[in-house]
């Protein structure tokens, strides 16, 4: 089982699932539920052949909006490398995307691990598939 974006804080208070807890029980077991979510997997490799995660792969590194690009499918960023393994492992699973993480993410490559770890778990929780090869935005999370 893997973690994903209906796991996230944000989409628990959001979308309810925060409220129908407190209203039932009391916040402390909302605060026990979200732990446990913190400390799903982000991602599962099956057999050192097939990875397993939620949405999709972590997108391009600078991390860009191209003008113009839309939500369309088939209008896809082309990736110049794709995240490795121990990148992915790497990942502070722990981390929660508050509304304003989205549009921050768009920008030139850092060397922050924060900024880092925040843009691959958007990608891995929030991807969205695409008609073509390449990187696009979420249509749900990022604005340009």
């Not at 996230?8 to 129908?20: K, P, Q």
């Not at 732990?35 to 052949?49: G, M, Q, Y």
């Not at 924060?114 to 935005?137: A, C, F, M, T």
Request: proline share 8%; charged share 25%.
């Amino acid at each position: 089982m893997n973690r994903g974006n209906h796991e996230m804080l944000e989409a628990n208070i959001l979308y309810g699932f925060c409220g129908e807890v407190s209203a039932k029980y009391d916040l402390d077991l909302f605060d026990l539920f979200s732990e446990a979510f913190r400390n799903l997997p982000l991602a599962h490799l099956v057999e050192n052949k097939v990875l397993v995660l939620h949405a999709g792969l972590p997108g391009p590194d600078p991390r860009i909006w191209m003008p113009g690009q839309t939500h369309d499918p088939t209008d896809a960023i082309p990736m110049t490398r794709v995240a490795s393994l121990a990148e992915l492992k790497a990942v502070d699973r722990y981390l929660e995307i508050g509304p304003e993480t989205y549009a921050e993410s768009i920008g030139p490559s850092s060397t922050d691990k924060e900024v880092s770890d925040l843009r691959h778990i958007i990608d891995i929780l929030w991807g969205d598939p695409r008609g073509g090869d390449g990187y696009g935005p979420s249509y749900r999370k990022n604005k340009g």
